[in-house]
């Protein structure tokens, strides 16, 4: 990739970036501003991003017959499945931790001695991270 390619990602994630808050940022600050923010900032990222995949994938790749052999679709959603796995897991435990550890400290406010009970829930949605990341590692060890 040529510094140019790359000083035009750069500027154009700048861009995505600043344009729509910079719109914003003038003028009354209504709901509907927000969602004009939001929707601008969302087109230029991932316009920037189909971008800059293009560039990066599209030019020809040589690779070695015993490679495109040895790999294959099912490496590939392998990867993808284990890729999944860890990340809705975590996704799933975010906001199962948001849930709890805003309940805990509220409980904990209250009454301070139900600290310990309140921390096992949090550590127990937790848990559901580390068990899509386990899930994820032993996808893999099979491949």
Same mark, same amino acid.
């Given at each position: ?14 861009? &995505?970036?600043?344009?729509? /808050? %910079? @719109? /914003?940022?003038? *003028? ?10 939001? @929707? ?5 990222? /991932? ?11 599209? *030019? ?15 490496? *590939?959603?392998?990867?993808?499945? !284990? ?7 975590? =996704?799933?435990? %975010? ?11 509220? !409980?904990? &406010?209250?009454? &301070? ?25 032993? =996808?893999? %060890?099979?491949?």
């Amino acid at each position: 990739m040529t510094i140019a390619v790359k000083l035009l990602l750069t500027v154009a994630l700048i861009f &995505s970036i600043a344009v729509p /808050f %910079g @719109a /914003f940022a003038a *003028g009354e600050k209504t709901k509907g501003r927000y969602k004009t923010a939001l @929707a601008a900032n969302t087109v230029m990222f /991932f316009g920037t991003m189909l971008f800059a995949v293009c560039v990066l994938f599209g *030019g020809t790749a040589f690779a070695a017959e015993s490679t495109a052999a040895a790999g294959g679709i099912s490496t *590939g959603m392998g990867y993808i499945a !284990a890729a999944l796995s860890t990340g809705l897991s975590c =996704i799933g435990g %975010g906001v199962a931790v948001s849930a709890a550890a805003s309940a805990a400290l509220g !409980a904990i &406010s209250e009454d &301070s001695s139900i600290l310990g009970k309140s921390l096992i829930f949090v550590g127990l949605a937790e848990g559901v991270c580390l068990y899509g990341l386990i899930i994820s590692f032993m =996808i893999i %060890g099979k491949l």
